[in-house]
């Protein structure tokens, strides 16, 4: 079986008036030269072409441990990244916060042409410190200034795809649409989309902007999107970008039923990971095992290439921090299942329950939220 530790042994030595949407169209930047690959490993989230899987660079920063990163190693993965064939890196305001911004865009920016950069807006962050401030804001005129930090950061004219990291529950996202297509007209924003929304408000807001991508987490550990969300993004057409889809590592293999994570690692707050129920949920690890011997793969990769299965729209951003896990991860790609083998696996995991909650209440509170009606 290929683990993680075994391919790093290995890989060491290696809204207004129909907003405007005609003028957006004709958007300046829209018509900027793209030599983003047409190749079997791209993927499109509504019309924004993508490659098959994407690097998240969030714990660029901070790891789970705390730990801070060596910059030029980041670099160096966000780089090779591109050469293995990777043309979609995800960042936000929050993760730093504003510092991973910065990484992505001193990473990318020999090849800033050739890729697509997605980010986020919406928590309540003071732009000229970085503080975090409580609760979310997704007033249009914050948004516009949030932007243009984000510009500066990544050192680019234009943002491929920007999200609203969680819906705001006192802006309309009626409003929070007609910001970004404004920002759409100005040449600064291409395409938009929501992260961890109502069903509703994602109603709203394609209806008022067309929206082209979704992304909350989705995982064999989190499979909570398949009720609602999926179906309506297949229904108007919206891609689905998974957040953590690696479990936070549970689905690597580097979590057993004896981890317990340090202070300051958020999953300690996770009660999926508390003992008892980190116990029983290893089931799923010890199924993903299994097909990694089959296969001759990772856990990780068996992981990621049954999302790809899932839908030809869902696209992946595993995040790492490591040169050799990016390598692994990017090579899922290439992993074949046959129609029967994705039904065996697909019904060995319909077996499995998963016992704890996903994300602690205080911050679980900020998912599923509405956005109130526009007056």
């Known amino acids: 079986m290929q683990n993680r530790r075994q391919f790093l042994l290995s890989g060491a030595s290696l809204a207004a008036a129909s907003l405007l949407s005609t003028n957006i169209q004709a958007s300046t930047s829209e018509q900027k030269k793209r030599t983003i690959s047409t190749s079997p490993n791209t993927r499109k989230l509504g019309k924004l072409q993508v490659s098959s899987i994407g690097l998240g660079v969030q714990n660029m920063s901070r790891k789970y441990d705390t730990s801070v990163p060596n910059r030029q190693e980041m670099h160096q993965v966000i780089r090779s990244a591109y050469e293995e064939g990777v043309t979609f890196f995800d960042a936000a305001e929050a993760y730093g916060p504003f510092e991973v911004e910065r990484i992505l865009g001193e990473g990318v920016k020999p090849f800033r042409d050739n890729i697509v950069i997605a980010t986020k807006f919406g928590w309540n962050i003071d732009q000229q ?14 948004i516009k200034m949030v932007v243009d930090g984000m510009l500066s950061r990544l ?12 819906v705001d529950p006192d802006v309309p996202i009626e409003d929070v649409a007609g910001a970004v297509a404004d920002l759409m007209n100005e040449g600064k924003v291409l395409h938009w989309g929501l992260s961890e929304m ?26 909570g999107p398949e009720k609602s969300v999926l179906p309506l993004c297949e229904k108007l057409g ?41 116990a ?8 993903l095992m299994q097909w990694s011997e089959r296969k001759n793969a990772s856990p990780a990769q068996i992981a990621l290439v049954w999302l790809l299965h899932q839908k030809p729209w869902i696209v992946p951003i595993p995040g790492t921090t490591s040169l050799a896990h990016m390598q692994q991860n990017t090579a899922s ?19 499995i329950t998963i016992q704890g909650q996903r994300l602690p209440d205080f911050v679980q509170v900020f998912s599923d939220v509405e956005a109130p009606e526009k007056l």
């Open 129 to 142: 410190t970085g503080a975090r401030l409580p609760g979310l804001n997704s007033r249009p005129a914050h």
């Open 155 to 166: 050192q680019t004219d234009r943002i491929d795809l920007l999200y609203q990291h969680r």
């Open 198 to 223: 109502g069903i509703n408000t994602l109603k709203r807001a394609h209806a008022t902007l067309p929206v082209s991508a979704v992304q909350s987490e989705y995982s064999m550990l989190w499979r």
């Open 238 to 278: 919206i891609g689905f970008v998974p957040w953590s889809p690696l479990g936070v590592q549970f689905l690597t293999g580097w979590i057993d039923e004896n981890t317990r994570f340090a202070q300051g690692d958020f999953r300690a707050t996770e009660s999926r990971f508390n003992p008892e129920n980190l």
């Open 280 to 287: 029983h949920n290893m089931s799923l690890v010890k199924l």
């Open 333 to 351: 790609r290439d992993l074949s299942f046959s129609t029967a083998e994705m039904r065996e696996l697909n019904d060995s995991l319909a077996s």
